[in-house]
């Protein structure tokens, strides 16, 4: 893989102010742009805040990993998600969720870094299964390449940040134990 300069990927463990501040700006810039990961325009900041703020107190249940990527002067400039908690019946599994990279940051690699780094605690973790869906062909190009299994599309799932209904494409990847 080709590492993107001074591009570091960190496990947030506890998430302080201004690592939200910094992961809202991902957010926010992720859904005017467009992207279908939860929220509607007008994307607000307060929205922005209280989804990582809820985010980080359920990390610290330790329901789910947060990673962000930081560039060579420590802004966040990616992030990615893994849920752990999962029913009883599927400890083994995980889920990758709201994999974000601000437009100034994309194809150089970052959300490869942020996938491969998912992928490596899910297997430490001891998870063997991940699942995603995804409203974006840019990250279906991402997964596929990852080695990611698509599995197929469910229409009309969610909407645009502006309006309109929007598809989504599941893939999952089994991990070695
Ligand atoms: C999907 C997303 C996370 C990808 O992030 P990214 O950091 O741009 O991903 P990468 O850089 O690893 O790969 C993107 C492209 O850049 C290319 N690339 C990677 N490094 C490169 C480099 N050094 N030079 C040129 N191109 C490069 C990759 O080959 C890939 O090409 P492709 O789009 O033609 O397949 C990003 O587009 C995003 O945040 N989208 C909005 C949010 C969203 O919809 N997320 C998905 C939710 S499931």
């Known amino acids: 893989m080709n590492v993107p300069a001074g591009v570091q990927i960190r496990c947030l ?3 302080d102010d201004r690592e939200i501040q910094g992961l809202s700006d991902v957010l926010i810039d ?5 992207a279908s990961v939860s929220f509607m325009l007008p994307m607000s900041r307060a929205k922005a805040e209280a989804f990582w703020r809820s985010t980080a107190a359920s990390a610290a249940r330790g329901e789910r990993m947060v990673l962000a990527a930081e560039d060579a002067s420590g802004a966040i ?4 998600q893994v849920i752990w908690a999962q ?4 400890p083994h599994r ?3 969720a709201k994999m974000l990279v601000h437009r100034r940051a994309r194809r150089r690699g970052i959300g490869a870094m942020l996938l491969a780094a998912a992928e490596r605690s899910a297997q430490e973790a001891g998870k063997t299964l991940l699942v995603l869906d995804t409203a974006s062909d840019d990250a279906e190009r991402l997964y596929e390449r990852g080695g990611w299994q698509r599995v197929g ?7 645009w940040p502006a309006g309109g209904f929007c598809a989504t494409t599941y893939y999952f990847k089994p991990l070695r134990a």
């Open 13 to 15: 463990r506890s998430i």
């Open 77 to 80: 400039v990616g992030t990615v």
């Open 87 to 90: 029913p009883e019946n599927q």
């Open 30 to 34: 992720c859904v005017e742009g467009g």
């Open 153 to 159: 599309v469910i229409p009309n799932y969610a909407l």
């Open 94 to 96: 995980g889920d990758l």
